[in-house]
């Protein structure tokens, strides 16, 4: 088996990427609320153990040494193409980041980072007005931001799994839901009937793409 330079104990990437994407999502998201910082600690606890197991420590490779080498002899685990395991697992030949999955978790990515600031845009102005954001993504769902955190989650678990992140995702989809469902009956509380013809017309969390019922009122 041959080895290439280590790919890891490269902790100042791990602190740059880590930096770099909690940032970016701060930005979008800017937590004001309890609830928003319990939402954002966690979607940053994802984030920096991801990118501690790909620049910095490979507990996954670690845990599953003994089964890799076995199934895929001669597998350098201190590679970093290694780290992409859904590439080693489905037998991909080449450069993992031109394979399907990879893109696929770009378009994730960026397609989660979009809707947190569209979402953002919204509620921002209508917390301004004082009224309920019911236009832009929250025309199609009622919490698009949460959202936007589970399909960025999904990218990077399509492009770097790893053991530690696959068991903290379903607690971060519970924990999305009950955050979720404690920030509606604050905003039934807070519009009333309003808010309630708004919540029956619209889902929660998986858009309806046929014609939208018309809103119960729109912001100006």
Same mark, same amino acid.
């Given at each position: 088996m041959t080895h290439e330079a280590s790919a890891y104990? #490269? @902790? $100042? =990437?791990?602190i740059l990427n880590s930096a770099v994407f909690v940032i970016f999502a701060? $930005?979008?998201f800017k937590p004001q609320t309890a609830r %928003?910082? /319990?939402s954002f600690g966690a979607?940053?606890?994802?984030?920096?153990? &991801?990118?501690v197991e790909m620049y910095g420590f490979p507990l996954t490779l670690y845990l599953l040494s003994g089964w890799l080498q076995t199934r895929y002899p001669g597998l350098d685990l201190l590679s970093h193409n290694t780290g992409h395991l859904? $590439?080693? #697992? #489905?037998?991909? *030949?080449? %450069?993992?980041? &031109? +394979?399907v999955l990879h893109i696929a978790s770009y378009v994730l990515l +960026? +397609?989660?980072? @979009?809707?947190? $600031?569209?979402? @953002?845009?919204? &509620? !921002?102005h209508a *917390? /301004? /007005?004082g009224s309920l954001a019911i236009v832009g993504p929250y025309a199609r769902v009622r919490h698009p *931001? !949460? =959202?936007?955190?589970? =399909?960025i989650l999904l990218g990077f678990l399509l492009q770097w799994p790893t053991l530690l992140t696959l068991l903290m995702f379903p607690v971060l989809l519970v924990m999305y839901g009950r955050l979720a469902i404690s920030e509606e009956r604050e905003m039934g509380l807070k519009f009333g009937p309003q808010y309630q013809q708004y919540a029956e017309q619209t889902p929660r969390f998986i858009p309806r793409w046929s014609a939208s019922p018309t809103p119960p009122s729109r912001e100006a």
């Open positions: 104990g #490269l @902790w $100042s =990437l791990v701060f $930005s979008f %928003d910082w /319990r979607f940053a606890a994802f984030v920096v153990a &991801l990118f859904w $590439s080693t #697992l #489905l037998g991909e *030949q080449g %450069d993992p980041h &031109l +394979g +960026g +397609g989660g980072f @979009w809707l947190l $600031s569209s979402a @953002w845009h919204a &509620l !921002y *917390q /301004r /007005r *931001q !949460y =959202l936007a955190f589970v =399909l």
